[in-house]
């Protein structure tokens, strides 16, 4: 099963901001919607913010919202997540997925992942 590939972690202080990217070789993104996860040893995977297969729909976690940004670049085969204002609690691995294409429109709950996860990227975020 194809999997997108993550970058742009890394540490970073409180309040600065950090640019993730996430693209896949062999996967056309634009068939899908897509979303970010972020996961910590404590933590399940949780959803962070998604993007529908058209891009006019956004939703985002309570904890992000006015934070974070989703985007994504069909013509790039990319998917990007601006983060700024960054808290400790957002100290996580983040991972990018193609979700269903019919997901995404009304709210982030229960998306279907339809990809294998791929490796993730780190984001630490000192105080």
């Known amino acids: 099963v194809q999997h997108p590939v993550e970058s742009g972690g890394g540490l970073a202080q409180a309040g600065g901001s950090l640019t993730l990217s996430c693209t896949a070789s062999?996967?056309?993104?634009?068939?899908?919607?897509l979303a970010w996860f972020r996961q910590t040893p404590k933590n399940n995977r949780e959803e962070v913010a998604c993007?529908?297969?058209?891009?006019?729909?956004?939703h985002y976690r309570d904890s992000v919202k006015g934070r974070f940004t989703i985007s994504r670049d069909n013509a790039k085969n990319t998917l990007s997540l601006q983060m700024d204002r960054l808290k400790p609690e957002d100290t996580a691995t983040y991972y990018c997925?193609?979700?269903?294409?019919?997901?995404?429109?009304?709210?982030?709950?229960?998306?279907?992942?339809?990809?294998?996860w791929g490796p993730g990227t780190q984001v630490t975020v000192s105080s």
């Open positions: 997925a193609a979700v269903a294409r019919s997901e995404c429109k009304t709210t982030i709950q229960g998306l279907h992942v339809m990809t294998a």
């Open positions: 993007i529908s297969f058209t891009g006019t729909t956004t």
């Open positions: 062999r996967l056309a993104l634009d068939d899908f919607a």
